[in-house]
């Protein structure tokens, strides 16, 4: 399967901690997207990059922070996690940051803070 | 910034019913509007979408309308199955590869 990956599926951790979360893009596309879905809701836009430069920012607080690596695989960040942090957290790829390439979600990673 | 209201939140049908379900968003610079389906536990999946300059398309028994004077746009699924059960979110945002802004969700639920 050639799709979005993400890692790890499941993650459990504690309020304070930090976390990090992984996205690889399907093979081509050079924009990933973060976004977060809180059961229940639609997914809320958190960062977009492309070309390895942050090209969008959602209204979250400084807590996350993200980076794009040279094979535009991504990383997600988020220090001294709250209870409120506990959500899905999807990445979409797409082939430009613009333009008429659509956006591709992976399997998502559900974080829990306790 | 963009807000997509989306209605209903829930949505009961009985098999080979049609399901309708309805968006409205604000920022008139929007110009793509695509439709996911969101299984339990499951990615969202991109089933169809429409761009500014068309105001309808289908595919098979899928359908969605854009109205862009107001501001809204809707799903239709004809004869709907069991496998059609599922989360669906609409979304808009300028093109296609930049952010999405989405609606809250409506919960299909078709009954055999």
Same mark, same amino acid.
């Given at each position: 399967?050639?799709?979005?990956?993400?890692?790890?599926?499941?993650?459990?951790?504690?309020?304070?901690?930090?976390?990090?979360?992984?996205?690889?893009?399907?093979?081509?596309?050079? $924009?990933?997207?973060?976004?977060?879905?809180?059961?229940?809701? *639609?997914?809320?836009?958190?960062? =977009? @990059?492309?070309?390895?430069?942050?090209?969008?920012?959602?209204?979250?607080?400084?807590?996350?922070?993200?980076?794009?690596?040279?094979?535009?695989?991504?990383?997600?960040?988020?220090?001294?996690?709250?209870?409120?942090? $506990?959500?899905?957290?999807?990445?979409?790829?797409?082939?430009? *940051?613009?333009?008429?390439?659509? =956006? @591709?979600?992976?399997?998502?990673?559900?974080?829990?803070?306790? | 910034?963009?807000?997509?209201?989306?209605?209903?939140?829930?949505?009961?049908?009985?098999?080979?019913?049609?399901?309708?379900?309805?968006?409205?968003?604000?920022?008139?610079?929007?110009?793509?509007?695509?439709?996911?389906?969101?299984?339990?536990?499951?990615?969202?999946?991109?089933?169809?979408?429409?761009?500014?300059?068309?105001?309808?398309?289908?595919?098979?028994?899928?359908?969605?309308?854009?109205?862009?004077?107001?501001?809204?746009?809707?799903?239709?699924?004809?004869?709907?199955?069991?496998?059609?059960?599922?989360?669906?979110?609409?979304?808009?945002?300028?093109?296609?590869?930049?952010?999405?802004?989405?609606?809250?969700?409506?919960?299909?639920?078709?009954?055999?």
């Amino acid at each position: 399967d050639a799709g979005v990956t993400q890692s790890p599926t499941h993650l459990i951790k504690t309020r304070g901690q930090h976390v990090t979360l992984r996205c690889s893009p399907i093979s081509g596309h050079k $924009s990933v997207s973060w976004y977060q879905q809180v059961l229940g809701q *639609g997914p809320q836009f958190i960062f =977009q @990059y492309y070309e390895k430069e942050e090209r969008g920012r959602g209204n979250f607080p400084d807590r996350f922070s993200a980076r794009q690596f040279p094979n535009y695989s991504s990383e997600l960040n988020v220090n001294a996690l709250l209870l409120g942090d $506990s959500a899905l957290y999807l990445c979409a790829s797409s082939v430009r *940051g613009n333009g008429p390439y659509e =956006q @591709y979600f992976g399997p998502g990673t559900r974080l829990t803070v306790t | 910034g963009e807000n997509v209201e989306q209605h209903p939140s829930t949505l009961s049908v009985q098999e080979g019913d049609s399901a309708v379900i309805k968006c409205t968003y604000s920022d008139s610079a929007s110009n793509y509007f695509p439709w996911y389906k969101q299984e339990l536990g499951k990615r969202p999946q991109l089933i169809i979408d429409i761009r500014s300059n068309v105001g309808e398309k289908k595919d098979q028994r899928i359908a969605v309308t854009l109205n862009k004077t107001a501001k809204h746009f809707s799903l239709h699924i004809t004869e709907t199955q069991p496998e059609d059960s599922a989360v669906y979110f609409c979304a808009a945002s300028m093109t296609a590869g930049n952010k999405l802004t989405f609606g809250g969700g409506t919960r299909v639920l078709v009954k055999p």
